[in-house]
C-alpha cells in the first residue's frame, strides 16, 4: 500500500478543521450554551477580552430565548468579571447591578453578597463614579459598627469584621484614583446629594485616617469631603470647621506641615468669626497650629500661641466663671458643690430616691428608713437604668468586699434637711454631724461607709480598695484631710463617699485639683473645657480653674490681675500675619 503523503494528511486535517470551526461558529451564533462554553475556557484561561464578547453574545440570546433576569443574573455577574478584567468598568458595574439587585442575589449567602457589593463598588471608583463607591463603604462603615471604630474586632470571624475588612481592602484603589494633584471635584448634583456625599467621604476618611497606611486615602477623601462642605455650606460652617480637626492631623503625619497650618488658620478664623476673638473654644486651634510651628521649629511662634491660649483661659474662667457655676440652678446636678461654702436651701430634695436594699447594696439599718435610700443619679447621656448610684455603689461594694474581705455596708444615705436639723441640734457640735444645708446627704448622693459595723478608716484594706476603685464607679471622697468645707476643726471623713459621675469622677482623679473635690466641683467647666482642648497647666503653673470661694475673695476679686503687657498683641499679630501671608510666613 503506498503510503500517503503527509501534504494529504495535512490537508484532510484543515478541510475538517475548517468544517469543524464553520459549524462551531454557527453554534456560537445560535447555541447560547456553546456560547458560554466558549466564554467559561476563556474566562479559565485568562482571556477577558475575548470572553467578554462571547459571554455578551451568550446573555443576548438567552435574553432573545425569554430568559427571566433572575436565571440570568450568575451568568451576567461572571460576565462582568471579564468585562472589568478588560477594563470596560461601566459595563461590569451595570452588569452587576442587574445581578445585584435580582433574587438569586438575596438568596445568596450574606458574605457572597458582600463580595458582589464590593466588585462593583471598586469597578464603580474605576469607572469614575467614586460617589457610588464612597457609598457603598461607608455603609459598610456603619454596618461593621464596633468593629470599624476599634480597627480589630473581637471576633474575627464575625460579619462586622467581615465588614470592616472589605473598607481596608480597598483603600488603595482609592488612594491610586484620588492621588492626583488636583482636589476632587463632587460631580453638579444637587445641595443634599453634595453633602450626602461629602458626609460619606468624611467618615470613609475618618476610617483610613485611624489604620496604618491609610494617610494618603484619608487625606484625598478628608480634603475633597472639605471642599465639598466649603462650597456648599461656606468655610464658616461648624460641619466644615469640623473636618479640619480629623483632616489636619493626617496632613501632619503625611509631613504636609503648610497644609495642615493653612487649614488649622482657616478653622481659627471661622471659630473667631463665629464666637469671637476672646472664646475659650479657639484654644483647641490655637494649641493645633501651635503644634505644627513647633514641628516646623518656629519655636517662638508656638510659645506667644500657647501664652496666648493660657490668657484665653484666663479670661474665660476667672472667678467671673466660677461665680457662674456656683449660682445657677443645681437642684437635680449630680456635680453640684456642697460646704459651708456652698449651702443648699432648706427645701432642697431630690424627687428620685431609691431604697439601697433593692440594689442589692449591703445596710446597716433597717431597710425601710429614709437613711437607707439614695438617689437614682445617672451619669448625663447615660441610661439610668443601669448607670446609676446604687447599681455603681453595689458594685464598688462587692468589689472591695471581695479584696479586702471586709464586711462593708451603707451607713447613712440620704437625710432630708430636717432630719439633718435634728440630728445636729441633738449632737451640737460634736461627733459626726453638720450642720443643716452644708450636707451631701441632703442630696442623696453621698454615702457613710460602714466596714464590720462602724465608720470606715483609713487603715481598713477595704477603705485602699475605694480610694483606688471608688472613681471608677462614679465616686470621690468628700472631705479629704485638712479640709475646710464644714465648721469644727476637723473634718476628714474616710467613710464618706460622694456620687458625681463615672467621668467627672475620671476627670478628678486625673487633673482634678489635688484634695480639693468641691473646689472641684464648683470649677468643673473650666476643667472640663480645659480637658475637652488637652490644655494642661506646666508643673508649678497656678491651677487657673481653681479660684478662691467668692466667700473669702469679695475684696480681693475687685483687683483685677494685670495682663502681661503686650502678650495679646503679639499673638493676635502671629495668627493674622500667618493668615495673611500663609505659607510664606517664617
Ligand atoms: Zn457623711
Request: glycine share 6%; aromatic share 8%.
Amino acid at each position: 500500500m503506498a503510503l500517503r503523503s503527509p501534504i494529504f494528511f495535512a490537508g484532510a486535517f484543515l478541510l475538517l478543521a475548517i468544517a469543524y470551526l464553520a459549524y462551531f461558529n454557527v453554534a456560537l451564533r445560535t447555541d447560547p450554551a456553546a456560547a458560554e462554553s466558549r466564554f467559561n475556557l476563556l474566562l479559565e484561561a485568562d482571556a477577558p477580552r475575548r470572553a467578554a464578547a462571547h459571554g455578551e453574545r451568550a446573555l443576548a440570546m438567552r435574553i432573545n430565548n425569554g430568559e427571566s433576569a433572575d436565571t440570568l443574573a450568575e451568568f451576567k455577574a461572571r460576565i462582568a468579571r471579564a468585562q472589568i478584567g478588560r477594563d470596560n468598568f461601566k459595563r461590569g458595574v451595570d452588569l452587576l447591578g442587574d445581578a445585584l439587585a435580582s433574587d438569586w442575589a438575596q438568596d445568596l449567602d450574606i458574605r457572597e453578597r458582600i463580595r458582589l457589593q464590593d466588585e462593583r463598588a471598586r469597578a464603580e471608583i474605576l469607572a469614575g463614579d467614586l460617589e457610588g463607591a464612597v457609598a457603598v463603604y461607608a455603609s459598610f462603615i456603619e454596618l461593621a459598627g464596633d468593629a470599624a471604630s476599634r480597627g480589630a474586632a473581637d471576633n474575627p470571624d464575625s460579619l462586622d469584621a467581615f465588614y470592616a475588612e472589605q473598607v481596608a481592602d480597598v483603600r488603595p484603589l482609592f488612594t491610586k484614583t484620588l492621588n492626583h494633584a488636583s482636589p476632587y471635584e463632587a460631580l453638579a448634583r444637587g445641595r443634599e446629594a453634595q453633602l450626602a456625599t461629602a458626609n460619606q467621604m468624611a467618615s470613609l476618611g475618618s476610617f483610613y485616617a485611624m489604620r496604618d497606611e491609610g494617610a494618603y486615602a484619608a487625606a484625598a477623601l478628608l480634603s475633597a469631603a472639605y471642599h465639598i462642605r466649603k462650597a456648599v455650606l461656606g468655610g464658616d460652617h461648624q460641619d466644615t470647621v469640623q473636618l479640619t480637626l480629623i483632616l489636619g492631623p493626617v496632613f501632619a503625619e503625611m509631613g504636609r506641615l503648610d497644609d495642615a497650618e493653612n487649614l488649622y488658620l482657616d478653622a481659627f478664623h471661622a471659630q473667631e468669626r463665629a464666637k469671637g476673638s476672646n472664646s475659650p473654644d479657639l484654644s483647641l486651634y490655637i494649641k493645633l497650629l501651635a503644634g505644627i510651628y513647633e514641628q516646623q521649629g518656629r519655636m517662638t511662634e508656638a510659645q506667644a500661641l500657647y501664652e496666648h491660649m493660657r490668657s484665653l483661659f484666663q479670661d474665660a474662667f476667672g472667678d467671673q466663671r466660677y461665680a457662674v457655676n456656683r449660682e445657677r440652678d443645681r437642684r437635680t446636678d449630680v456635680n453640684r458643690p456642697v460646704s459651708q461654702y456652698f449651702l443648699l436651701e432648706p427645701d432642697y430634695a431630690p424627687t428620685d430616691l431609691v431604697s439601697a436594699a433593692q440594689y442589692s447594696i449591703p445596710i446597716s439599718k433597717a431597710p425601710s428608713v429614709d437613711e437607707m435610700k439614695l438617689r437614682l443619679a445617672a451619669d448625663e447621656g447615660a441610661d439610668p437604668r443601669e448607670a446609676n448610684l446604687p447599681a455603681r455603689l453595689a458594685q464598688l461594694v462587692s468589689l472591695c468586699r471581695s479584696e479586702s474581705g471586709d464586711s462593708i455596708s451603707l451607713r447613712s444615705g440620704y437625710r432630708s434637711y430636717e432630719t439633718q436639723r435634728i440630728l445636729y441640734q441633738r449632737n451640737g457640735r460634736r461627733g459626726t454631724v453638720t450642720p443643716p444645708g452644708m450636707s451631701e446627704h441632703q442630696t442623696g448622693l453621698g454615702a457613710d461607709i460602714d466596714v464590720n459595723n462602724r465608720f470606715m478608716r483609713p487603715t481598713d484594706r477595704s477603705y485602699q480598695c475605694f480610694e483606688e476603685n471608688a472613681f471608677r464607679f462614679g465616686f470621690i471622697l468628700s472631705y479629704p484631710p485638712g479640709n475646710d468645707y464644714l465648721p469644727g476643726e476637723d473634718s476628714h471623713e474616710p467613710w464618706h463617699w460622694r456620687y458625681v459621675g463615672v467621668q467627672t469622677a475620671h476627670l478628678y482623679r486625673e487633673a482634678g485639683p489635688h484634695q480639693k473635690p468641691q473646689e472641684f466641683l464648683a470649677a468643673l467647666p473650666c476643667y472640663q473645657e480645659r480637658a475637652a482642648s488637652g490644655y494642661f497647666p506646666a508643673a508649678g503653673e497656678p491651677d487657673i480653674c481653681l479660684g478662691q470661694p467668692p466667700l473669702l475673695t469679695a475684696a480681693a476679686s475687685a483687683e483685677e490681675t494685670p495682663q502681661p503687657p503686650g502678650e495679646k498683641d503679639n499673638s493676635a499679630r502671629i495668627l493674622n500675619d500667618a493668615a495673611g501671608n500663609g505659607r510664606t510666613q517664617r
